[in-house]
């Protein structure tokens, strides 16, 4: 009952709440649309609360820096950027350009400045990462990256995409690693949901500086073993390395 009961909720605020930002979007400036996702993703968090019965438990607050910096998350469920959208008054983030599939989504995602790429990668999804990446950095707005670029199941990995380091190297910001066990609750985009407290954690920024190789190796290191540690707090297993999901997708 608690999935269903989330799923009516999460369709009849998605389709409200779109609409009303598909119509804010033909307002001049980029306020009125963000105003209405906002609303939009407080109440989706707080639906997840009292119809899935899955809360957030937020850490690591206090280390993030000041000014712009890059966001490198795990990415377990569709639920992630809700719950890290909601911790920023106003955040650029990363996103396939699948969602544009959705009529009016397309509009509603250039009005809010979302960095909207080509799914498959790619040289000209890099090069299109780098230019609307740069709109929000001159903006001195935060970003919001999933460095795998998929959904990846509670236990897995893909191989961390180059774009994150891209941006790390051109706009000299830091990059604020993001733990999650999101996913035992929320799988994926599947249907069910479990209930209980899901953690966010911000982790230690990493330094402007490093050289490729480095810096990808840190930041996958430090997302996905923090990522099992809490998983295993949360299920009472031993810590377990994630397993790399194979995949042709540069």
């Known amino acids: 009952m608690r999935s269903f009961a989330f799923n009516v909720a999460y369709w009849i605020l998605s389709i409200s709440y779109g609409l009303t930002a598909a119509f804010a979007a033909l307002a001049p400036g980029r306020g009125p649309a963000s105003w ?42 569709w639920g992630d950027g809700f719950a890290t959208y909601d911790q920023f008054d106003d955040i650029a983030f990363v996103t396939g350009d699948h969602l544009e599939k959705f009529p009016l989504l397309g509009g509603v995602l250039k009005k809010l400045g979302a960095i909207v790429v080509n799914s498959c990668g790619g040289h000209e999804a890099r090069k299109a990462l780098a230019m609307r990446a740069a709109e929000a950095r001159a903006e001195n707005r935060k970003i919001l990256i999933y460095p795998e670029g998929h959904l990846a199941p509670v236990g897995k990995k ?57 810096f990808l190796a840190r930041l996958e290191a430090v997302i996905e073993t923090r990522t099992a540690e809490l998983v295993a707090q949360a299920t009472g297993q031993p810590v377990t390395p994630a397993v790399l999901i194979d995949t042709p997708i540069k």
Request: charged share 25%; hydrophobic share 40%; aromatic share 12%.
């Open 36 to 77: 209405v996702i906002r609303r939009y993703v407080k109440r989706m968090v707080q639906a997840m609360a009292i119809f899935a019965g899955i809360r957030l438990d937020v850490r690591g607050k206090d280390r993030l820096p000041e000014g712009t910096f890059v966001i490198a998350s795990k990415h377990q469920s």
């Open 158 to 214: 893909f191989k961390y995409r180059s774009g994150v380091w891209h941006m790390y190297r051109d706009f000299e910001v830091p990059v604020v690693p993001l733990a999650t066990n999101l996913g035992l609750f929320w799988p994926e985009e599947k249907y069910e949901k479990h209930p209980g407290t899901a953690t966010l954690e911000f982790l230690d920024p990493i330094p402007v500086g490093l050289p490729k190789d480095e």
